[in-house]
């Protein structure tokens, strides 16, 4: 049997965007014959990982990697919530955020370059990623993450695989865990009035317009409305002014919360799975009347 090379591998992977080892396994039993590869690639693997590369990936899993001060937010994607459960998966996402929280990557195609191995795949993030396409069925994606070092200890929470946070602190641990908590619940904007995105305040502040100006009162009146529905917003969105969760009197905010326990944060990250990802809803009804439809004018 002529011997496999790194080559033969590099070639058949490039044409059939399988992963490695599985064409390296098939290159050897077609003993080198890269037509007869890939047919069996496309046989045992359907060429999963090249046909799910346009799938969207709005379902996933946000995991947090925390070390002392420093540490990692990771959100990565699947198709199906089914997924979501797959331990490769899971255990993948893990190591990124590991991953992330050691080597600080610059972006994403940096993260996917550091090194891993796992299910027999690698070198490499994105060999890995690419062979779990392969392995599962499913496209998946690393979409985002944020790391922290140096400037402040970190408190994090999961709320299951879904919801993500990571909080950075001075003070007391359990009241920063409350916190993270806390926004996992409440998803604030921002941390003061002051963070909240002048896009939001615009978008608000239109609405607001609109709705005072139904109430047919003079043009002062309005312009004062629309200030206390902005204003009512802001503090709404900012996670110091909002009720703290925990609040035994229902009254106390989060900013009084944290003096109470002689504890400042300075800043968090909240992650929510496929948020702002368009979906893809199939309305099954719609698609039968329009085949019978088709079929009618045949």
Do not use: W
């Not at 591998?9 to 590869?37: H, I, S």
């Amino acid at each position: 049997m002529p011997a496999i090379t790194a080559s033969m591998v590099a070639e058949l992977r490039a044409k059939t965007d399988a992963p490695m080892m599985e064409c390296k396994k098939a290159l050897t039993e077609a003993d080198g014959d890269a037509t007869r590869a890939e047919e069996i690639l496309r046989v045992k693997l359907g060429n999963k990982a090249g046909k799910a590369a346009a799938r969207v990936t709005a379902e996933g899993v946000v995991t947090a990697a925390v070390n002392g001060s420093t540490g990692a937010l990771v959100e990565v994607n699947c198709e199906t919530d089914f997924v979501t459960k797959n331990d490769s998966f899971l255990a993948f996402a893990k190591s990124v955020a590991d991953l992330v929280a050691e080597h600080n990557p610059a972006d994403v195609a940096a993260a996917s370059a550091l090194p891993l191995s796992q299910d027999g795949f690698g070198p490499t993030v994105e060999d890995v990623r690419k062979g779990l396409i392969g392995k599962i069925g499913e496209n998946m994606s690393i979409r985002r993450f944020k790391r922290y070092s140096g400037a402040g200890q970190l408190a994090s929470y999961l709320h299951g695989t879904r919801i993500g946070v990571i909080v950075e602190f001075t003070g007391d641990a359990v009241a920063a865990k409350d916190v993270a908590m806390h926004v996992a619940a409440m998803k604030p904007k921002a941390l003061a009035t002051s963070d909240v995105p002048a896009d939001l305040i615009e978008v608000e502040r239109r609405v607001a317009a609109e709705k005072a100006a139904e109430s047919g009162k003079p043009a002062e009146i309005v312009a004062k409305m629309v200030d206390g529905s902005v204003q009512k917003f802001l503090k709404e969105v900012s996670l110091l002014n909002q009720v703290f969760v925990k609040a035994a009197d229902g009254k106390q905010t989060v900013e009084q919360m944290l003096k109470e326990k002689a504890t400042q944060v300075a800043g968090f990250t909240l992650y929510v799975v496929g948020e702002g990802i368009e979906k893809k809803v199939d309305d099954f009804a719609a698609e039968v009347a329009a085949q019978v439809a088709a079929a009618k004018g045949a």
